[in-house]
């Protein structure tokens, strides 16, 4: 599969390294040739100086030999004409990444249809969406739907007072025979572990359950855990991001205070929130945060435009007896350091769009795909192929490439948590989950037979 990608910002070169690393033909556009000559020298990929935009680039980028072109750059009207433009060539799948929300309204006139284009993404609401995810499972540091909803994969933090530290997997397995759930992975000290029956559940572990999202509540209780709805939430950043969850909280009936610094969008925010109380101080001062109550906040959710400025304000609220944060981080290099800081969920805006895009990039019998933020690990939702070696053949006895584990099964519109003998058929969509140095085997493991 040949890529083409249009910006080398943050997330251009995410997609840039991760395509890359799987073999992928990547060709990357972009003004800054500078930018361009040291990711030419990091990664094996062909870049091109000069404007996404351009009839004349694209051409001397090959759009015309491109199956996936996408267009990241800062500027929508970029993204979108270079997207347009593309349309005049055999691309298979063209992707756009826009932050007005005038391109994202359902029934507008400028919609991907009209505009000939099969993705427009907007990574602030998708960031919206997992952040209202990870409020209503407060105790959850990771969320991911799957199979239409049906099926979790949730991960956890093992404190010190669980229960089931020093555990194996076959002991907690004997603790709870009537219950349905997979670990599909152990998170120790950055390092991903799938585990097998002899796995120890150690404290500071942080786990990743597969479960049925009905039996969310009785997972948690059986873990010592505990989701709920926070009573109080602060957000710190009036952006897109901050806005829209505001809104979203203001429906739970959550009560809400909203800090910006900027007194003019101070005013858009007062006129356009319901409930929520809008603040005008910098997110960094504490006595002003203080005197409002910061730590009595059961949530803080810190999304300024500054990683400075949600990390400090995640850890002052931290310090001073907030229940918990989630914190937006463009910076990518800092996510390992923010949990032993003591920040509970880091969010990256470009894993989030990413997350969003490789569902393009895989074959067909890949319904979707998800990564989890500072992990080698990825999720996959895939089909069945028809093929002899998965007809009624039990998961103990599939040849799997190693560091894939079957989580879940959706057969005719049910799921369940599978075991060992459970029998797959062709047909069957599969929530997997694997480490990312097996992607390509994973997916040709499940490709379709020539």
């Known amino acids: 599969m040949r890529i083409m990608i249009v910006g080398a910002g943050l997330v251009g070169q995410y997609l840039c390294q991760k395509f890359s690393s799987e073999g992928r033909e990547v060709v990357l556009i972009d003004r800054d040739k500078n930018k361009l000559q040291r990711m030419e020298k990091e990664l094996n990929i062909m870049t091109v100086v000069g404007s996404g935009a351009s009839a004349r680039i694209l051409a001397e980028a090959g759009i015309s030999k491109t199956d996936l072109f996408i267009a990241v750059t800062d500027s929508d009207e970029v993204n979108l004409v270079a997207c347009i433009m593309s349309r005049q060539y055999d691309v298979k799948t063209r992707i756009a990444r826009v932050k007005h929300e005038d391109f994202l309204t359902p029934g507008l006139s400028l919609n991907e249809e009209a505009l000939g284009i099969d993705l427009i993404i907007s990574p602030d609401w998708a960031m919206v969406e997992v952040i209202m995810q990870l409020t209503h499972a407060s105790e959850a540091l990771y969320t991911a739907e799957f199979a239409n909803g049906e099926v979790l994969l949730i991960g956890y933090q093992i404190h010190e007072n669980n229960p089931f530290i020093g555990m194996s997997l076959f002991e907690l397995g004997q603790h709870h025979t009537t219950h349905q759930y997979v670990i599909t992975a152990i998170i120790r000290e950055g390092r991903t572990i799938i585990p097998h029956g002899?796995?120890?559940?150690?404290?500071?572990?942080?786990?990743?359950?597969?479960?049925?999202?009905?039996?969310?509540?009785?997972?948690?209780?059986?873990?010592?855990?505990?989701?709920?709805?926070?009573?109080?939430?602060?957000?710190?950043?009036?952006?897109?991001?901050?806005?829209?969850?505001?809104?979203?909280?203001?429906?739970?009936?959550?009560?809400?205070?909203?800090?910006?610094?900027?007194?003019?969008?101070?005013?858009?925010?007062?006129?356009?929130?319901?409930?929520?109380?809008?603040?005008?101080?910098?997110?960094?001062?504490?006595?002003?945060?203080?005197?409002?109550?910061?730590?009595?906040?059961?949530?803080?959710?810190?999304?300024?435009?500054?990683?400075?400025?949600?990390?400090?304000?995640?850890?002052?609220?931290?310090?001073?007896?907030a229940k918990r944060c989630i914190t937006k981080i463009t910076r990518h290099d800092f996510v390992p350091m923010l949990g032993k800081l003591g920040i509970d969920v880091a969010l990256s805006p470009r894993q989030v769009a990413a997350d969003m895009i490789l569902r393009y990039v895989r074959r067909g019998s890949i319904i979707s795909v998800a990564t989890i933020l500072d992990t080698d690990a990825e999720v996959m939702e895939v089909i069945v192929p028809e093929h002899e070696s998965f007809n009624q053949v039990p998961i103990k006895d599939l040849a799997c490439p190693p560091g894939l584990l079957i989580g879940a099964i959706v057969r005719e519109g049910q799921a369940f948590i599978p075991t060992g003998g459970t029998v797959i058929k062709p047909g069957d969509s599969l929530v997997t989950f694997f480490t990312r140095d097996a992607a390509r085997d994973v997916e040709k493991f499940f490709s379709p037979a020539d």
Do not use: W
Request: hydrophobic content about 45%; proline content about 2%.
């Open 198 to 321: 002899a796995s120890t559940i150690q404290a500071g572990d942080r786990i990743y359950l597969m479960i049925l999202k009905k039996d969310m509540a009785r997972m948690e209780q059986l873990f010592n855990l505990a989701s709920h709805l926070p009573r109080k939430v602060f957000i710190i950043g009036g952006s897109n991001i901050g806005y829209m969850v505001a809104r979203q909280l203001e429906e739970l009936d959550i009560d809400v205070k909203l800090v910006e610094e900027d007194p003019q969008r101070c005013d858009f925010l007062s006129e356009n929130l319901g409930r929520s109380i809008v603040l005008n101080f910098d997110g960094l001062d504490a006595h002003d945060l203080l005197d409002e109550g910061i730590e009595y906040a059961d949530l803080v959710i810190a999304v300024t435009g500054s990683d400075t400025t949600n990390i400090l304000s995640s850890l002052l609220a931290k310090h001073h007896g």
